[in-house]
């Protein structure tokens, strides 16, 4: 089989120059705990909340392979604030799978968002959001999945290759157990160029500006016939302005 390409990795004082470089950058473990201003059992701490996921109930592919949660936050400068549970929207344009409609998860359960790791996270991305852009309030949607092989193959972006209709969209790799697959590929959004690697550690982030780039994973599978596996993924998408479906 033939080896996993590995991702082009920044550290945390060269994130903000690959951004604009090329559109995103990828941080190690060790960079995304910097960056959080936090330590690796911070994180660690937040990774059995993936085993407490419901299934996904939209899934329009007839897929039963996808479990998450959703929960949406405003982070202005220094301040990170839940809003009332709501309903993940995206148009058409950005989704052509499964936009259009309201889906309405069940929210990150409290002790998640209660982890000092948690608020440092999103006060950390949001800081250079606005390093990119300018200060200004980020309307953050934070998504959990696990992507599991129980029927032999699950597909993180069954909705293909796509923008999110946001501003700057984070992959957090929590976990990847037992499979093999799962390919992330970035490509220019007007332009040939494009990259293709695999993220491998838990807790690597990739950091995408959604105007610029396109990006999806390939679909996984198991990595043997004794069990299925699965790949666990924290995603958060940062929007100025409103959440989608607020404009």
Same mark, same amino acid.
């Given at each position: 089989?033939?080896?996993?390409?590995?991702?082009?990795?920044? %550290?945390? @004082?060269?994130?903000?120059?690959?951004?604009?470089?090329?559109?995103?950058?990828?941080?190690?473990?060790?960079?995304?705990?910097?960056?959080?201003?936090?330590?690796?059992?911070?994180?660690?701490?937040?990774?059995?909340?993936?085993?407490?996921?419901?299934?996904?109930?939209?899934?329009?592919?007839?897929?039963?392979?996808?479990?998450?949660?959703?929960?949406?936050?405003?982070?202005?400068?220094?301040?990170?604030?839940?809003?009332?549970?709501?309903? @993940?929207?995206?148009?058409?344009?950005?989704?052509?799978?499964?936009?259009?409609?309201?889906?309405?998860?069940?929210?990150?359960?409290?002790?998640?968002?209660?982890?000092?790791?948690?608020?440092?996270?999103?006060?950390?991305?949001?800081?250079?959001?606005?390093?990119?852009? %300018?200060?200004?309030?980020?309307?953050?949607?934070?998504?959990?999945?696990?992507?599991?092989?129980?029927?032999?193959?699950?597909?993180?972006?069954?909705?293909?290759? @796509?923008?999110?209709?946001?501003?700057?969209?984070?992959?957090?790799?929590?976990?990847?157990?037992?499979?093999?697959?799962?390919?992330?590929?970035?490509?220019?959004?007007?332009?040939?160029?494009?990259?293709?690697?695999?993220?491998?550690?838990?807790?690597?982030?990739?950091?995408?500006?959604?105007?610029?780039?396109? @990006?999806?994973?390939?679909?996984?599978?198991?990595?043997?016939?004794?069990?299925?596996?699965?790949?666990?993924?924290?995603?958060?998408?940062?929007?100025?302005?409103?959440?989608?479906?607020?404009?």
């Amino acid at each position: 089989m033939t080896a996993p390409l590995l991702p082009p990795l920044s %550290d945390m @004082h060269r994130v903000l120059d690959d951004m604009r470089a090329r559109g995103f950058a990828v941080l190690p473990p060790a960079g995304l705990v910097s960056l959080a201003r936090a330590r690796p059992a911070d994180f660690e701490t937040l990774a059995a909340a993936w085993d407490d996921l419901p299934p996904d109930a939209y899934l329009r592919d007839g897929g039963r392979y996808r479990s998450r949660r959703h929960s949406c936050f405003v982070v202005d400068g220094e301040q990170v604030r839940q809003v009332p549970h709501r309903a @993940h929207w995206q148009s058409l344009d950005y989704n052509a799978l499964h936009g259009g409609m309201l889906r309405m998860f069940e929210p990150i359960a409290p002790g998640t968002v209660a982890a000092p790791v948690w608020a440092s996270l999103l006060r950390a991305l949001g800081q250079r959001c606005s390093a990119l852009r %300018d200060p200004r309030p980020w309307f953050v949607e934070a998504h959990q999945f696990r992507i599991d092989t129980a029927d032999g193959i699950g597909r993180p972006t069954p909705e293909g290759a @796509h923008r999110d209709g946001v501003d700057f969209v984070a992959v957090i790799l929590v976990a990847r157990h037992a499979i093999k697959g799962g390919e992330t590929r970035v490509f220019q959004a007007e332009g040939p160029d494009g990259q293709r690697f695999t993220l491998l550690e838990p807790w690597s982030l990739l950091f995408l500006d959604d105007a610029r780039v396109i @990006h999806e994973s390939t679909p996984i599978q198991p990595a043997s016939d004794d069990a299925p596996g699965h790949r666990d993924t924290l995603v958060l998408t940062f929007r100025a302005g409103s959440f989608q479906g607020d404009d």
